[in-house]
């Protein structure tokens, strides 16, 4: 039965999309030229693979409000790194943003994990305080184009088959997380974790260390875009996607993860995150102010989670009583 | 998240003397804490036991408070309004709009104040009536409210307000006392009577501890959970009045991230952000320590953004700190 919801509203969503760029094309017919639909994918990339992290953090009852903030320094971290050290290699720097990254993002695990703390405090408080720490660590100078090296900067814009690198990649974490989530272990605790944090103490899931995991992806994720970002703009300042982390929960919403945790599909984030990008890039085509998108992004969240709260109706029979660990 | 604290209670067997709840409250604590900010702000810089400095830097903290006395009941019904800063662009900008069709400064105020009603009613109607997380529903309407600013001003601003109204943002009752810091005085009396001395303050209490029991003792949740969405709407409403006439001037990204800093100075008021918990003079006490921080660093030419740090990481500790040390208490005590 949930199943069924789950797949028709991904199904319904996906048929939203196709619409949207339909109705676009009857009078934009350029807007649906292979070359531009790649385009459009490649500019929701970043989103797509926030999104990704944030949906299994969403997936275990938590938030993840820092993922912007995580983004920001780990990208002015790596500029810097650069400019000191132009000869490092493309791999090791992507590596160093990965674990930078995932250290930022098991800061906030650590705290929700072993202290209890309310993850949407934990996040609203690291997202000022990573944002003052670039300020710190830059002292609030910009890292522009010509302090880059050229490796550095060709990286994500490197075309592969015809699609550049950060589409790859984005193709890549896509792939990677639907073999997590569906195949692993860790994969299935993020939903019993979330679907009923009780009953996933009593199967013998570390709760508490499920949710670690789930930040510490997210993180990981979120410092790898970090590198993308600041590597495909070639500029690195403290704003770097300032206000980003309400997209992707937008996203997640959008694309039907519950935010009461245990619902939601890897498919659904990444649809969610495209349905964003092609408003985003159609907004300009049709003539629109680019100045609606705020609005429109805030509906789409209000329409999704009124949808999401009706197939959430139905809930199960409490069985079993409060586990002593789950929080 | 919306995660109701459902583990066992702790009953103690006889409750402390009122010496010592006095002593171990959080207030007592705050209220130390603030005299130590008074006193090495003090020694820090010459300028600031100035009167009239003094009474600039409560504008760091009157508006903030003022929205932030709402959020503080919200926050204890177990709900939250992230909406708050875009409720207050978007009355801004009507007010701003009104101005251009020529309303005086009395219609003016109404305008602030109806269109924070009527945000705080739509937050009301999508949590209560539809029965969505709050927290969902006001990161939506954060960006829609601030969205329709940005669609009616774009990059523009207006400006232009009717010089009586610049009185609520710049005027001054007595001396060196604003108006803003009387109406700040007032409305922290008024909710402090609300929350602590009437039968809705306790429906307060009682719907953040358990709000299926408070249903079944005959508390309209959500009717009450409405009122107070309404009641977080108008002090927005409020705020923006306050602010735009001291500002005197409206763009779309005034007030921008102020949710970040009112549940922040709600928190380090003592207010459980789970719900059930708090009160109204841990919250005032808060937005005067949060208020001296930064106009101390400000004196000491401490850049905005390492302010921001520090309030982080206030915001962590304060919540971090009590349970590690209740965490520590216990290992001793087994």
């Given at each position: 039965m949930i199943q069924n919801a789950v797949k028709s509203r991904e199904a319904i969503l996906a048929l939203a999309i196709l619409a949207m760029t339909g109705l676009i094309a009857t009078r934009f017919p350029g807007f649906i030229r292979p070359a531009n639909l790649a385009n459009v994918f490649n500019d929701t990339a970043p989103l797509i693979i926030l999104a990704l992290g944030q949906m299994v953090v969403i997936l275990t009852r938590c938030i993840d409000l820092s993922v912007a903030a995580n983004l920001a320094l780990t990208g002015m971290i790596v500029a810097t790194i650069n400019t000191v050290?132009?000869?490092?290699p493309i791999g090791l720097i992507i590596a160093i943003a990965i674990s930078l990254g995932a250290l930022l993002g098991a800061f906030n695990g650590i705290l929700v994990w072993k202290l209890d703390i309310p993850p949407i405090v934990v996040t609203l408080g690291t997202m000022t305080i990573y944002r003052g720490i670039i300020f710190l660590v830059s002292e609030g100078q910009w890292i522009n184009a010509h302090e880059m090296s050229e490796p550095f900067k060709h990286f994500p814009r490197a075309t592969i088959a015809g699609l550049p690198v950060l589409s790859w990649i984005a193709i890549l974490c896509i792939t990677l997380f639907a073999v997590i989530v569906a195949r692993t272990p860790l994969g299935r605790a993020f939903f019993a974790v979330g679907g009923n944090p009780n009953a996933a103490v009593y199967t013998g899931i570390d709760v508490g260390f499920t949710r670690f995991m789930a930040y510490v992806f997210a993180g990981a994720l979120s410092g790898l875009t970090g590198y993308l970002w600041v590597a495909r703009y070639a500029v690195a300042y403290v704003d770097i996607a300032g206000g980003f982390e309400l997209e992707v929960v937008a996203a997640c919403v959008i694309g039907g993860v519950s935010i009461a945790g245990g619902i939601g599909s890897v498919a659904g984030a990444v649809l969610g995150a495209l349905f964003l990008g092609v408003v985003k890039n159609a907004l300009p085509v049709i003539n629109i102010s680019p100045f609606w998108q705020l609005a429109i992004s805030g509906s789409a969240i209000i329409i999704a989670i009124a949808f999401n709260a009706r197939a959430q109706r139905q809930k199960g029979r409490v069985i079993l009583k409060t586990a002593e660990h789950a929080t | 998240m919306s995660e109701t604290a459902a583990g066992p209670r702790e009953i103690p067997d006889r409750l402390s003397s009122p010496i010592q709840r006095l002593t171990g409250s959080w207030e007592t604590l705050l209220l130390a804490v603030a005299i130590a900010v008074f006193f090495v702000n003090t020694m820090a810089s010459p300028y600031f036991l100035d009167p009239w400095n003094l009474s600039d830097a409560t504008f760091n903290f009157t508006e903030k408070a003022m929205i932030g006395f709402a959020m503080a009941l919200l926050i204890i019904s177990g709900e939250i309004d992230l909406s708050v800063a875009s409720i207050i662009a978007l009355a801004s900008t009507a007010m701003g709009f009104a101005v251009q069709l020529g309303f005086d400064t009395s219609a003016l105020v109404a305008t602030g104040l109806l269109v924070g009603l009527v945000c705080g009613a739509f937050n009301g109607a999508l949590v209560t009536g539809l029965g969505l997380p709050s927290i969902v529903v006001t990161i939506g309407t954060m960006s829609l409210f601030r969205g329709i600013s940005y669609i009616v001003l774009g990059d523009q601003a207006y400006t232009g307000y009717?010089?009586?109204?610049?009185y609520f943002g710049q005027g001054y009752v007595w001396w060196v006392f604003s108006f803003e810091l009387a109406l700040f005085a007032a409305l922290a009396v008024i909710f402090a009577v609300l929350l602590h001395k009437t039968n809705f303050g306790r429906a307060v209490y009682a719907i953040g501890n358990n709000p299926t029991g408070a249903l079944f003792s005959g508390i309209r949740v959500g009717r009450v959970k409405f009122i107070l969405f309404l009641l977080t709407g108008l002090m927005s409403g409020i705020a923006a009045i306050c602010l735009t006439s001291r500002l005197g001037s409206t763009r779309?990204?005034?007030?921008?991230?102020w949710e970040l800093e009112v549940v922040t100075m709600v928190v380090l008021g003592g207010i459980n952000i789970l719900g059930g918990s708090g009160t109204i003079p841990g919250v005032v006490l808060a937005a005067i320590v949060m208020g001296m921080v930064t106009f101390g660093f400000g004196l000491l030419n401490v850049p905005g953004i390492v302010m921001s740090i520090f309030i982080g990481a206030l915001l962590i500790a304060v919540i971090a700190l009590p349970r590690i040390w209740r965490r520590i208490s216990k290992g001793t005590r087994a």
């Amino acid at each position: 039965m949930i199943q069924n919801a789950v797949k028709s509203r991904e199904a319904i969503l996906a048929l939203a999309i196709l619409a949207m760029t339909g109705l676009i094309a009857t009078r934009f017919p350029g807007f649906i030229r292979p070359a531009n639909l790649a385009n459009v994918f490649n500019d929701t990339a970043p989103l797509i693979i926030l999104a990704l992290g944030q949906m299994v953090v969403i997936l275990t009852r938590c938030i993840d409000l820092s993922v912007a903030a995580n983004l920001a320094l780990t990208g002015m971290i790596v500029a810097t790194i650069n400019t000191v050290a132009p000869d490092i290699p493309i791999g090791l720097i992507i590596a160093i943003a990965i674990s930078l990254g995932a250290l930022l993002g098991a800061f906030n695990g650590i705290l929700v994990w072993k202290l209890d703390i309310p993850p949407i405090v934990v996040t609203l408080g690291t997202m000022t305080i990573y944002r003052g720490i670039i300020f710190l660590v830059s002292e609030g100078q910009w890292i522009n184009a010509h302090e880059m090296s050229e490796p550095f900067k060709h990286f994500p814009r490197a075309t592969i088959a015809g699609l550049p690198v950060l589409s790859w990649i984005a193709i890549l974490c896509i792939t990677l997380f639907a073999v997590i989530v569906a195949r692993t272990p860790l994969g299935r605790a993020f939903f019993a974790v979330g679907g009923n944090p009780n009953a996933a103490v009593y199967t013998g899931i570390d709760v508490g260390f499920t949710r670690f995991m789930a930040y510490v992806f997210a993180g990981a994720l979120s410092g790898l875009t970090g590198y993308l970002w600041v590597a495909r703009y070639a500029v690195a300042y403290v704003d770097i996607a300032g206000g980003f982390e309400l997209e992707v929960v937008a996203a997640c919403v959008i694309g039907g993860v519950s935010i009461a945790g245990g619902i939601g599909s890897v498919a659904g984030a990444v649809l969610g995150a495209l349905f964003l990008g092609v408003v985003k890039n159609a907004l300009p085509v049709i003539n629109i102010s680019p100045f609606w998108q705020l609005a429109i992004s805030g509906s789409a969240i209000i329409i999704a989670i009124a949808f999401n709260a009706r197939a959430q109706r139905q809930k199960g029979r409490v069985i079993l009583k409060t586990a002593e660990h789950a929080t | 998240m919306s995660e109701t604290a459902a583990g066992p209670r702790e009953i103690p067997d006889r409750l402390s003397s009122p010496i010592q709840r006095l002593t171990g409250s959080w207030e007592t604590l705050l209220l130390a804490v603030a005299i130590a900010v008074f006193f090495v702000n003090t020694m820090a810089s010459p300028y600031f036991l100035d009167p009239w400095n003094l009474s600039d830097a409560t504008f760091n903290f009157t508006e903030k408070a003022m929205i932030g006395f709402a959020m503080a009941l919200l926050i204890i019904s177990g709900e939250i309004d992230l909406s708050v800063a875009s409720i207050i662009a978007l009355a801004s900008t009507a007010m701003g709009f009104a101005v251009q069709l020529g309303f005086d400064t009395s219609a003016l105020v109404a305008t602030g104040l109806l269109v924070g009603l009527v945000c705080g009613a739509f937050n009301g109607a999508l949590v209560t009536g539809l029965g969505l997380p709050s927290i969902v529903v006001t990161i939506g309407t954060m960006s829609l409210f601030r969205g329709i600013s940005y669609i009616v001003l774009g990059d523009q601003a207006y400006t232009g307000y009717p010089s009586s109204f610049a009185y609520f943002g710049q005027g001054y009752v007595w001396w060196v006392f604003s108006f803003e810091l009387a109406l700040f005085a007032a409305l922290a009396v008024i909710f402090a009577v609300l929350l602590h001395k009437t039968n809705f303050g306790r429906a307060v209490y009682a719907i953040g501890n358990n709000p299926t029991g408070a249903l079944f003792s005959g508390i309209r949740v959500g009717r009450v959970k409405f009122i107070l969405f309404l009641l977080t709407g108008l002090m927005s409403g409020i705020a923006a009045i306050c602010l735009t006439s001291r500002l005197g001037s409206t763009r779309p990204s005034i007030a921008f991230g102020w949710e970040l800093e009112v549940v922040t100075m709600v928190v380090l008021g003592g207010i459980n952000i789970l719900g059930g918990s708090g009160t109204i003079p841990g919250v005032v006490l808060a937005a005067i320590v949060m208020g001296m921080v930064t106009f101390g660093f400000g004196l000491l030419n401490v850049p905005g953004i390492v302010m921001s740090i520090f309030i982080g990481a206030l915001l962590i500790a304060v919540i971090a700190l009590p349970r590690i040390w209740r965490r520590i208490s216990k290992g001793t005590r087994a």
